[in-house]
């Protein structure tokens, strides 16, 4: 049938839709939105109450019941079939490239004419089922949408193609699957992925078969610690260790598998094939119990039992899909593929299997860490100290280390590894090999999303220990470590994890928006350890990125501690490295080095310009910089005055003046600043200083003794300049690293402190005449920095105008230190570019490329 649309002739048609899987639905769907009419759905019957997700369709069924078409028959208009020609033959022969044929049918032999054809690149280790995931499935059901639209334009192709060789011999039988070890190490991987998941390339081992899955190329020598398995046939025993089964070629190299099978169709990790049944039972709550989603799949067994086998219940490669999504839909969290339910056919070993997952105890056997344990705020932490790479805790070269200090009494905390240049080359190479080779960069963005909120997840049930390992290592007073350090860094994960899926390809008229990933590098400072870390690597991930991070080198312990919750959650090796050491060389280098197209820094001014230098030099990467700030507060006398007070104090002395954004010059109007002044000081000498860890401490140590000392030293400048200095300025006589938070007034612009950061608690205060809005403006503006601002007035209209005039990258009125997980910052000037948080974040871990395509 044919209509009219906008002056074109446009057809529809009667569509049979012919398939028995979710692709045929999607195809279904589109085909709808086109106005075409489903008049039946080739399909299977109903067996046990399972139906064909295209068959759940009732509008389908009723129509293809009215035109007299059978639920498993029919005829149609047009016919074609959409043909993979790449599968098994494809892998086996190790060829380079794979996809998918849309031909119009024949006889059987799949040689009718060809209508449209696409292509794909076959990685190494791709199997059919990777191949499908990544490009047969999304690109089949578009190129199946559009050979309909051909047909009823009628600008479909015909090529014929010849019938020679054209044989329906199957190659995926059991039968024909089992390996010929006498051959190089490639031909074996590439005959056991092109056999993965059916049929399942198999040899005799252990008077059985064993079926392979899972295979990999190994690179480089793998290691020989591992206990030997004989294999007839094979030139030398395999190996098998905890990564999986190690196999070897004649020429000696090595595949790694990491899946195998039992006659009876249990499935087991390949590391475990010495030690099965060894895992304890796990004991479930109630909540827990409520996976057992087996009864409404195994609908002829009348008992699930703990012993019932799914498999051996009459389950096949669909329900296996359906129990996947069900109990994903009951655990948005748990990070469940298909192959686990092969490895846990019983219900019991199923049910254990999702809880560990859920617990996060999966793998935990997997993670070795060598703690430092410490009994401290009522708690024991435990701390790993070596650096993180590839999913391992590593010595550095060497053995080399240092120690951090905790900055509340002066001691040490314990020993860290101290990264060397090559520790930072096995970082970024573990990096690259994950984005290039590894599940990451194949990975769906939406479970890449589940990954991120899993490890927020683990974040939040570790808070207290990270705001614990945070207060010692750093200072922190606890209760405020709890709060910000740890709780902002819980909502920027959760934040960004959100985004994961959002964002997509855009199109205008012929031109497509695609983005991409790539390797990054992190630098972050000792202010605020783990925030920092989350404001930087969370949106870095969420964009798809493998990342290299540098935490402070007087910090380091919550960057290790997260690196171990990373594990925790599921993300895969390589995706995240922490390397504790000195800038000069780790910093440095990650700057220079060629495989790193992205680094984000936080730190000084100075820093951050040697930085960005060495990263145009190297390769031009690109670079984001956060850099100092010299942040100005104006307070006007028609302010709320207990507010600007309030406020004010916090500007300055919040987390003890080792703040970004800290007001580093505060103009009060020459009306209120006595005033002003008086209500301050009074505030000052009642904050307590103290020991961080204590619930009643409003004032913990600074950071480490240098910066201490440098506080010292800037005091006494302002002093020597004839600042005024009304209270402070000196160190706390006690053991540790606290300094007394300061006040100055008198202070005039072209004095050192009026133009510096101190990056501590010292409060400077200027005076400026009263109604003169565009002179104290013009005071404000005079500095190279332009990180944060802000104004304190009742009057709205002043407010707005002297928001729009402040030259800076975030404007507080009002209000101080407020920032949101979902509002961009970022500095002007010298305070550099670039934004942290918000939808903008994302902008700077993408590459952004244009596509444009004439039809």
């Known amino acids: 049938s044919t209509h009219k649309s906008a002056g074109s002739r446009i057809s529809t048609m009667k569509i049979a839709v012919i398939g028995q899987s979710l692709f045929g639905q999607e195809v279904y769907k589109e085909l709808k939105n086109d106005g075409h009419t489903i008049v039946g759905v080739f399909t299977i019957p109903d067996k046990d109450g399972k139906a064909d997700p295209l068959g759940d369709i009732p509008e389908v069924v009723d129509q293809y019941k009215a035109v007299g078409f059978f639920l498993y028959g029919c005829k149609c208009v047009k016919c074609f079939i959409y043909n993979f020609f790449s599968k098994s033959r494809t892998l086996i022969h190790g060829d380079k490239k794979g996809g998918f044929t849309v031909f119009w049918a024949d006889d059987g032999l799949d040689t009718g004419p060809i209508l ?131 196999l070897f070629g004649n020429d000696d190299k090595a595949l790694l598998v990491r899946n195998l099978q039992f006659e009876d169709g249990k499935m087991i990790s390949a590391g475990q094939y010495f030690s099965m049944g060894s895992s304890a039972a796990v004991e479930l709550t109630e909540e827990e119990k409520a996976f057992a ?31 996947v999504e069900e109990v994903k839909l009951r655990a948005s969290d748990l990070q469940l593929q298909n192959e686990d339910v092969y490895m846990a056919t019983t219900f019991q070993e199923f049910i254990q299997m999702c809880v560990r997952k859920l617990r996060g105890e999966d793998g935990e056997e997997e993670l070795v860490v060598d703690y430092v344990e410490k009994n401290v705020n009522n708690m024991t932490i435990r701390m790993p100290h070596q650096l993180f790479i590839n999913g391992e805790y590593v010595d550095a070269e060497g053995g080399k280390t240092y120690k951090t200090i905790n900055p509340t009494d002066g001691e040490p905390i314990c020993d860290v590894s101290l990264a060397q240049i090559s520790d930072v080359e096995k970082a970024v190479s573990a990096a690259k090999e994950a984005f290039d080779e590894g599940e990451w960069g194949k990975m769906n963005p939406r479970d890449r999303g589940r990954l991120m909120y899993r490890l927020a997840d683990l974040m939040e049930q570790h808070q207290e220990e990270l705001a614990t390992i945070e207060s010692i290592d750093s200072g922190a007073v606890y209760t405020l470590a709890l709060k910000t350090h740890v709780g902002m860094s819980i909502q920027t994960f959760r934040y960004f994890a959100g985004w994961c899926d959002k964002i997509q390809v855009s199109a205008d008229g012929y031109v497509f928006t695609f983005h991409s990933s790539r390797v990054c590098a992190i630098v972050i400072p000792w202010n605020y350890p783990l925030m920092m870390l989350a404001w930087k690597t969370a949106a870095c991930l969420a964009a798809g990125n493998t990342v290299v991070l540098k935490p402070a080198q007087v910090t380091p312990l919550t960057a290790l501690k997260f690196a171990e919750l990373t594990v925790r959650a599921g993300f895969p090796k390589g995706v995240v490295n922490i390397l504790p050491g000195s800038g000069f060389l780790v910093g440095q280098r990650l700057s220079d080095h060629p495989d790193i197209r992205k680094l984000g820094f936080t730190g000084s001014t100075e820093i951050g310009k040697q930085i960005m230098k060495s990263c145009a030099v190297s390769n031009v990467k690109k670079v984001s910089l956060e850099l100092g700030g010299k942040s100005p507060l104006i307070i006007f006398s028609d302010c709320d005055l207990d507010k600007a007070v309030r406020m004010g104090m916090s500007s300055v002395f919040f987390n003890k003046g080792e703040n970004c954004i800290a007001a580093g010059r505060l103009f009060v109007e020459e009306s209120l600043h006595d005033t002003f002044v008086q209500r301050v000081v009074e505030e000052v000498k009642k904050m307590r200083i103290g020991d961080p860890l204590d619930r009643s401490t409003d004032h913990g140590p600074q950071n480490h003794k240098a910066h201490m000392d440098k506080l010292v030293e800037y005091a006494n400048t302002g002093v020597k300049e004839g600042a005024k200095l009304i209270c402070g300025g000196k160190q706390v006589g006690r053991p540790g690293f606290f300094f007394e938070p300061t006040v100055f007034t008198n202070v005039q612009d072209n004095m050192f402190i009026a133009k510096e950061e101190s990056f501590g608690p010292i409060m400077i205060i200027s005076k400026f005449k009263n109604g003169d809005v565009d002179g104290v403006l013009k005071r404000a503006n005079d500095t190279e920095f332009g990180l944060a601002s802000g104004v304190f007035t009742r009057d709205i209209s002043k407010a707005l105008y002297v928001s729009e005039k402040l030259k800076a990258g975030t404007v507080f009125v009002n209000t101080y230190n407020k920032t949101d997980v979902a509002a961009p910052f970022g500095g002007f000037k010298q305070s550099g570019f670039g934004k942290d948080l918000g939808q903008e974040a994302l902008n700077e871990y993408l590459c952004t490329k244009a596509v444009t395509i004439e039809y």
Request: charged share 25%; with cysteine.
């Open 116 to 246: 449209l054809q696409r292509e794909c690149d076959v990685e190494p280790d791709d199997t059919v089922n990777s191949i499908y995931k990544r490009f047969l499935f999304p690109e089949g059901v578009k190129g199946t949408v559009e050979a309909v639209r051909m047909i009823a334009a009628g600008t479909a192709l015909k090529i014929i193609q010849p019938e020679e060789g054209a044989t329906y011999e199957c190659i995926q039988k059991k039968d024909n699957a089992k390996i010929d070890w006498n051959q190089p190490a490639e031909a074996i991987h590439n005959w056991i992925r092109g056999n993965d998941k059916v049929p399942g390339a198999w040899a005799e081992v252990d008077g059985q078969k064993l079926t392979f899955y899972g295979s990999t190329l190994v690179d480089n020598n793998p290691s020989t610690k591992g206990q030997p398995l004989e294999i007839p046939g094979a030139g030398r025993p395999g190996l098998v260790t905890k990564a999986g089964l190690v």
């Open 293 to 323: 989603v087996w009864k409404s799949i195994l609908t002829n067994v009348e008992q699930v039992e703990d012993s019932t086998d799914f498999f051996k219940s009459g389950a096949a490669s669909m329900d296996v899909v359906r129990l």
